[in-house]
């Protein structure tokens, strides 16, 4: 199978040539990036809502991927609101914020990530490009479980006798956290080093871009470019 174009979902967009469909969300990123006009936003949301509906990706479950993101949209409000230009100012940048995260896990979520790594390294040539590819591979498959051992850590914290109503006392002893999550790192770094050994990350290649999919690439480019001007 080539990367990218079967999946269980069958929709147009997970069938896409991933370095095509890589191209067009860097475009629309891009154009909410510099989106000034509320009919910007209106358009773009909508393009954004039709490309989920598009792939079949349940809204709720790509919106409980946001959830690492929530602290980074209320400091970018916070900081606007408090030392920018006001109400206005931080809830444009707030929202444009909010459209770049939404379009990135959409890209995520309906590309394999074996396939990204494969686009995105692809300028890297060589052994320089095969350790890069084991390495953003690696990192793709193994923070997320990092992430949740932490929480997974912090939520045994809570509920224990000693910290349950005192939570903050946990702050004086850094190895009731720390220890867990190294042992954790270990653990994961093991299962990874056996994994490359195994040839666990090889490369998956990519086919060449239809005719059709080089056209849908070069109007995205185009219409990013035109709407920067």
Not at 28 to 41: D, E
Request: proline share 4%; with cysteine; charged share 15%.
């Amino acid at each position: 199978m080539t990367a990218g174009r079967e999946d269980l979902r069958g929709t147009f967009i997970h069938r896409l040539n991933p370095a095509v469909k890589l191209v067009v969300f860097l475009c629309l990123i891009q154009m909410a990036g510099v989106t000034l006009t509320l009919r910007s936003y209106t358009i773009l949301t909508a393009v954004a809502l039709a490309v989920q509906i598009a792939a079949r990706v349940n809204i709720f479950g790509l919106l409980s991927k946001m959830r690492p993101f929530i602290v980074i949209l209320l400091a970018t409000f916070a900081m606007n609101f408090f030392f920018a230009a006001g109400l206005n100012s931080s809830l444009v940048l707030t929202y444009r914020f909010f459209l770049i995260i939404y379009f990135s896990i959409l890209l995520s979520e309906t590309t394999d990530a074996k396939a990204l790594v494969s686009v995105l390294a692809m300028p890297v040539r060589g052994t320089a490009g095969k350790n890069l590819k084991v390495v953003m591979l690696v990192a793709m498959e193994f923070i997320p479980i990092f992430i949740e051992d932490a929480k997974r850590t912090v939520k045994l914290i809570r509920v224990s006798p000693e910290y349950e109503k005192h939570t903050y006392k946990v702050l004086f002893r850094p190895n009731e956290y720390i220890r867990p999550l190294i042992h954790s790192l270990l653990a994961h770094t093991d299962t990874a080093a056996q994994k490359v050994e195994q040839g666990g990350y090889a490369a998956v290649p990519i086919s060449m871009p239809k005719a059709f999919e080089i056209l849908i690439a070069m109007s995205a480019v185009t219409v990013a470019v035109l709407y920067a001007l």
